[in-house]
């Protein structure tokens, strides 16, 4: 994918951390052309690359690792660079499924500790379609 070479990082995630690597391989791969538009859709709110290319796109394209819940995040931490650094771990996070904020353009990725978690992960986030969860309120 062309947005690789304008990703930024953040957390725990670098260009040669081993759960990117794998994140691009996956997208390269094993996505269907339909499924990394969906996969562009999740994290960007649009299906198709920017008009003048990713280096315009603002806010830029980011992922950055997560180790707790959205409602726990805090953002980035001196601990959270250096375990990236090292790829070191808090907890695995096998249950948890990628999110993103699309205002910003952010996917926000646990670091998983397998492959095919990863994609297993990753692709029923992009197909569940589910985009912003609403309450639906009958009327009585």
Sequence with gaps: MRVRRHMQYY???HDSHRA???LWD???KDFTEEERGLFLKFVTSCSKSPLLGFAHLEPPFSIRCVEVCDDEDTGDTIGSVIRGYFTIRKKDPHNRLPTSSTCFNLLKLPNYQKKS???EKL???VTSNT???L???ENV
Excluded: A, N
């Design 117 to 119: 978690t990863l994609r």
């Design 20 to 22: 990117v690597c794998w």
């Design 123 to 125: 692709r029923y986030t």
């Design 11 to 13: 957390g725990d995630f």
């Design 135 to 137: 309450l639906h309120v």
């Design 26 to 28: 996956i997208l390269e």
């Design 131 to 133: 985009g912003f969860e």
